[in-house]
């Protein structure tokens, strides 16, 4: 059974940092790609960071300079740092993963709720 566990979301000023987890059971870790969506009330599900097995990474452009995606294969977990945080990224984060050779994230956390405000 598949699962992955999201954590460290919570309140945070506007300039602030947070650090998201997401711990992978039930999978190869090393041979998927991990992803950090984020969803806003109203908003459509959109991708903020992805970083394959090989370690390539990439950025929406709105967080660009500020997230830093990164992955421990040893402990099957990936990070999500933000940083400079602001209102617009308040939202509910959701880890995902896929297979290296998957056309879509197929495996999905329960998420946790990220708050920007003063």
């Known amino acids: 059974q598949v699962q992955l566990v999201e954590s460290g979301g919570g309140l945070v000023q506007p300039g602030g940092s947070l650090r998201l987890s997401c711990a992978a059971s039930?999978?190869?870790?090393?041979?998927?790609?991990m992803g950090w969506y984020r969803q806003a009330p109203g908003m459509q599900r959109e991708l903020v960071a992805q970083?394959?097995?090989?370690?390539?990474?990439n950025y929406a452009d709105s967080v660009k300079g500020r997230f830093t995606i990164s992955r421990d294969n040893a402990k099957n977990t990936v990070y999500l740092q933000m940083n400079s945080l602001k209102p617009e990224d308040t939202a509910v984060y959701y880890c995902?993963?896929?297979?290296?050779?998957?056309?879509?994230?197929?495996?999905w956390g329960q998420g946790t709720q990220v708050t920007v405000s003063s």
């Open positions: 995902a993963a896929r297979h290296m050779y998957a056309s879509s994230y197929n495996y």
């Open positions: 039930g999978i190869i870790f090393s041979v998927n790609t």
């Open positions: 970083i394959t097995n090989g370690g390539s990474t």
